[in-house]
């Protein structure tokens, strides 16, 4: 198992370097760890000893270890001599103006087998906590002096068990506890040991504990895990004879279908790093995308070939979808399957990692990195979502964007059957429900508008009463729309509310969405959300400020450099919002699209959920624009239900909100500019 965090410290490296690599600090700032005294003669540097003991959740790591690098005032990293097999890193790079980014890794393996194994995968999230507690210890120290934490400042024991209860009860609820023959459930965990939580280890257990039971199901047929783990096999040693190799990068630019997910399960036997391209970008930005993250390969559906036709120069290509046999030279993955070898691949020492691209709302996509998501990300998750294990999921939700890679990586931990269309129709996502008695369906807000915009005589054709949860993420769900699906479909709709950074921020359930409208929820156990001021000072509750968030699936920094903001070892989401009596976020809308009109400040989101609850309004977009005497004004944007006039708009708005708050034009269009995953894309109203 191996953790990683990282933080921005306020000091120049040399300072950084002094206090982690003295033996004397490391119970007054490492959180978690019990024992860390000099062994010999030697108290600092290359082949210096310590006796060490860290608690990790299920194990206690430790016994003598070694420092065998220190290139000053850069890296050190020690390894086990005796007792358990554990490794760790300190790594510093100074930045600009005497900051210096400080990371903190480490890996351990607990004995015990199966049973270790398991326990490990849920303890990661106790020990990145002691990690990241260890990097806000430090930070304080250096900036605020020694004691400004006190000393640990982890989890004591009771929490290392509840967190460890609380676990096991989630998983259990989800269905993942059940009768298994014994052999299967052995040749599972092996799996799960021998890949630690990628890709490749899902679908490998799956095929360990259900071989016959459908994995995939899309418009060329089914799957079964048995098959997936099989063809994976083969496409993955296929791949490798190509000359994709551990650590190249695999682009991959397909719609919702079998193509995608043997990519990216391939990837994951390789240990090749998977870049998930958005399948509405244009030529240009595709190739300034490859440009940058320099992917050995590329992974596409045949209707993408004359928009790749620059990006895919001098890289190996491959079509995962094919709709005219005669109109690609290039080799499918159904070529490279059935010429590959179907037994198991070797692990690659290091997992690949997932790229995710920003949506590029506000400019060029950014690569935004991290690793392989583990069981405590889905324990997060499951917590406040009630999926379920072996259970039928319609990922409406485009793959290649955040939300819909998460229910891909929950459906591995859950064995689920995904139910894959390449294009999301609202009509054929209520038949693909009632077809395949689907539970849950991840969509994007959008999409909800569009099933409800259907004539009642066409949603009342379709048995949706299988469906057990809809998970939503991706933009802003105005509380109005969220009462009129439930309203339809009953209370059965979840809403996210992250980024590609942060990854999941807050989750609000059905009778959160009800009792509140427009709240994203509550934080789930194992996250922090705070709301700052421009001071880094926590607010009241119900004040606005910027929201920072720490879990165990923050990113690990844009591929072409740079990172989000972090304070205390929480991350910026670039979002404004506040917190309510009961701890529910509210999201004001972006940090950069806040206007300030006549010198108050107006958060868009507020006058766009106000016009979307009108009776006569589908949706709604708020810009402001400069403005001589006020420095800025609001201009709105609304899609109307009906005939309605901008007299009426604005009256609707004066009779609601503050006189500030009104916008000083109405523009009623057809629809509003979107990307494909539904956000709006407020450049393109500025140009009108």
């Given at each position: 198992m191996r953790v990683e965090e990282q933080i921005v410290v306020e000091a120049p490296a040399r300072r950084v370097w002094d206090v982690v690599t003295d033996p004397a600090n490391y119970q007054d700032f490492m959180a978690g760890i019990t024992r860390w005294e000099t062994q010999g003669e030697v108290d600092r540097g290359l082949g210096a000893r310590y006796a060490m003991r860290m608690e990790v959740g299920s194990a206690e790591v430790g016994g003598l270890i070694e420092v065998v690098e220190f290139d000053e005032p850069r890296d050190m990293a020690w390894t086990s001599v005796t007792g358990l097999d554990q490794r760790g890193r300190w790594r510093l790079r100074e930045r600009e103006r005497g900051r210096t980014v400080v990371s903190l890794r480490v890996s351990y393996q607990a004995p015990g087998g199966l049973l270790a194994t398991l326990a490990d995968r849920a303890s990661a999230p106790l020990v990145r906590r002691n990690l990241r507690n260890s990097l806000a210890n430090l930070k304080r120290d250096l900036e605020h002096g020694a004691g400004a934490l006190p000393a640990g400042g982890g989890p004591d024991a009771f929490e290392l068990v509840s967190d460890g209860i609380h676990a096991a009860r989630v998983l259990a609820g989800a269905g993942l506890v059940r009768p298994i023959r014994p052999d299967r459930l052995i040749r599972a965990g092996l799996d799960l040991a021998r890949w630690g939580p990628t890709p490749a280890a899902g679908y490998a257990a799956s095929a360990d504990r259900y071989p016959g039971a459908l994995a995939i199901i899309d418009?060329?047929?089914?799957?079964?895990?048995?098959?997936?783990?099989?063809?994976?096999?083969?496409?993955?040693?296929?791949?490798?004879?190509?000359?994709?190799?551990?650590?190249?990068?695999?682009?991959?630019?397909?719609?919702?279908?079998?193509?995608?997910?043997?990519?990216?399960?391939?990837?994951?036997?390789?240990?090749?790093?998977?870049?998930?391209?958005?399948?509405?970008?244009?030529?240009?930005?595709?190739?300034?995308?490859?440009?940058?993250?320099?992917?050995?390969?590329?992974?596409?559906?045949?209707?993408?070939?004359?928009?790749?036709?620059?990006?895919?120069?001098?890289?190996?290509?491959?079509?995962?979808?094919?709709?005219?046999?005669?109109?690609?030279?290039?080799?499918?993955?159904?070529?490279?399957?059935?010429?590959?070898?179907?037994?198991?691949?070797?692990?690659?020492?290091?997992?690949?990692?997932?790229?995710?691209?920003?949506?590029?709302?506000?400019?060029?996509?950014?690569?935004?990195?991290?690793?392989?998501?583990?069981?405590?990300?889905?324990?997060?998750?499951?917590?406040?979502i009630p999926l379920r294990a072996r259970s039928r999921v319609h990922i409406a939700a485009p793959l290649f964007h955040a939300w819909g890679i998460a229910h891909f990586q929950l459906g591995l931990l859950l064995s689920s059957t995904l139910v894959l269309r390449r294009k999301f129709d609202p009509e054929g996502t209520l038949d693909a429900i009632a077809s395949h008695g689907v539970e849950s369906c991840p969509m994007v807000p959008v999409m909800l508008q569009r099933i409800l915009a259907l004539p009642e005589e066409v949603r009342r054709r379709y048995d949706t009463s299988s469906l057990r949860t809809v998970p939503v993420s991706g933009s802003a769900l105005p509380g109005d729309l969220a009462e009129r699906f439930m309203d339809e479909f009953g209370d059965v709709l979840y809403n996210l509310y992250g980024s590609t950074e942060v990854a999941w921020a807050a989750i609000a359930s059905p009778a959160d969405l009800r009792e509140a409208p427009g709240t994203s929820g509550a934080p789930p156990r194992g996250t922090t959300l705070r709301i700052l001021d421009d001071d880094d000072r926590e607010v009241p509750r119900g004040e606005a400020g910027r929201i920072f968030v720490g879990n165990e699936m923050l990113f690990e920094g844009y591929t072409g450099g740079g990172a989000e903001e972090t304070v205390d070892g929480l991350m910026a989401t670039g979002d404004l919002g506040r917190l309510d009596e009961r701890g529910r976020l509210f999201v004001e809308g972006r940090s950069d699209e806040m206007i300030v009109s006549g010198g108050e400040n107006v958060y868009p989101q507020e006058v766009e959920d106000l016009l979307s609850s009108h009776q006569r309004i589908e949706e709604a977009a708020v810009i402001g624009v400069e403005d001589e005497d006020w420095g800025q004004?609001?201009?709105?944007?609304?899609?109307?239900?009906?005939?309605?006039?901008?007299?009426?708009?604005?009256?609707?708005?004066?009779?609601?909100?503050?006189?500030?708050?009104?916008?000083?034009?109405?523009?009623?269009?057809?629809?509003?500019?979107?990307?494909?995953?539904?956000?709006?894309?407020?450049?393109?109203?500025?140009?009108?």
């Amino acid at each position: 198992m191996r953790v990683e965090e990282q933080i921005v410290v306020e000091a120049p490296a040399r300072r950084v370097w002094d206090v982690v690599t003295d033996p004397a600090n490391y119970q007054d700032f490492m959180a978690g760890i019990t024992r860390w005294e000099t062994q010999g003669e030697v108290d600092r540097g290359l082949g210096a000893r310590y006796a060490m003991r860290m608690e990790v959740g299920s194990a206690e790591v430790g016994g003598l270890i070694e420092v065998v690098e220190f290139d000053e005032p850069r890296d050190m990293a020690w390894t086990s001599v005796t007792g358990l097999d554990q490794r760790g890193r300190w790594r510093l790079r100074e930045r600009e103006r005497g900051r210096t980014v400080v990371s903190l890794r480490v890996s351990y393996q607990a004995p015990g087998g199966l049973l270790a194994t398991l326990a490990d995968r849920a303890s990661a999230p106790l020990v990145r906590r002691n990690l990241r507690n260890s990097l806000a210890n430090l930070k304080r120290d250096l900036e605020h002096g020694a004691g400004a934490l006190p000393a640990g400042g982890g989890p004591d024991a009771f929490e290392l068990v509840s967190d460890g209860i609380h676990a096991a009860r989630v998983l259990a609820g989800a269905g993942l506890v059940r009768p298994i023959r014994p052999d299967r459930l052995i040749r599972a965990g092996l799996d799960l040991a021998r890949w630690g939580p990628t890709p490749a280890a899902g679908y490998a257990a799956s095929a360990d504990r259900y071989p016959g039971a459908l994995a995939i199901i899309d418009e060329r047929g089914a799957l079964t895990f048995g098959q997936v783990h099989r063809r994976t096999n083969a496409l993955a040693h296929a791949l490798s004879d190509a000359g994709v190799l551990e650590g190249d990068g695999i682009a991959i630019m397909c719609r919702n279908h079998r193509g995608f997910c043997e990519a990216a399960i391939a990837a994951s036997k390789l240990g090749a790093n998977a870049l998930f391209l958005n399948t509405a970008f244009a030529g240009p930005q595709l190739t300034e995308v490859v440009r940058r993250e320099k992917p050995k390969a590329i992974v596409y559906d045949q209707e993408f070939s004359e928009l790749l036709s620059d990006a895919g120069k001098r890289r190996k290509r491959f079509v995962a979808w094919v709709e005219d046999e005669e109109g690609t030279a290039d080799p499918t993955l159904d070529d490279l399957i059935a010429a590959g070898d179907p037994d198991d691949v070797v692990p690659p020492d290091d997992p690949g990692k997932v790229v995710i691209l920003t949506s590029g709302t506000t400019g060029t996509p950014k690569g935004a990195s991290r690793g392989q998501p583990g069981v405590g990300a889905a324990v997060s998750i499951l917590s406040r979502i009630p999926l379920r294990a072996r259970s039928r999921v319609h990922i409406a939700a485009p793959l290649f964007h955040a939300w819909g890679i998460a229910h891909f990586q929950l459906g591995l931990l859950l064995s689920s059957t995904l139910v894959l269309r390449r294009k999301f129709d609202p009509e054929g996502t209520l038949d693909a429900i009632a077809s395949h008695g689907v539970e849950s369906c991840p969509m994007v807000p959008v999409m909800l508008q569009r099933i409800l915009a259907l004539p009642e005589e066409v949603r009342r054709r379709y048995d949706t009463s299988s469906l057990r949860t809809v998970p939503v993420s991706g933009s802003a769900l105005p509380g109005d729309l969220a009462e009129r699906f439930m309203d339809e479909f009953g209370d059965v709709l979840y809403n996210l509310y992250g980024s590609t950074e942060v990854a999941w921020a807050a989750i609000a359930s059905p009778a959160d969405l009800r009792e509140a409208p427009g709240t994203s929820g509550a934080p789930p156990r194992g996250t922090t959300l705070r709301i700052l001021d421009d001071d880094d000072r926590e607010v009241p509750r119900g004040e606005a400020g910027r929201i920072f968030v720490g879990n165990e699936m923050l990113f690990e920094g844009y591929t072409g450099g740079g990172a989000e903001e972090t304070v205390d070892g929480l991350m910026a989401t670039g979002d404004l919002g506040r917190l309510d009596e009961r701890g529910r976020l509210f999201v004001e809308g972006r940090s950069d699209e806040m206007i300030v009109s006549g010198g108050e400040n107006v958060y868009p989101q507020e006058v766009e959920d106000l016009l979307s609850s009108h009776q006569r309004i589908e949706e709604a977009a708020v810009i402001g624009v400069e403005d001589e005497d006020w420095g800025q004004r609001l201009e709105a944007f609304v899609v109307a239900r009906g005939k309605l006039s901008e007299k009426e708009v604005l009256a609707y708005v004066k009779d609601n909100l503050a006189r500030y708050k009104v916008p000083r034009r109405v523009e009623l269009i057809d629809a509003l500019p979107r990307n494909q995953t539904g956000k709006v894309l407020k450049r393109e109203l500025a140009k009108r």
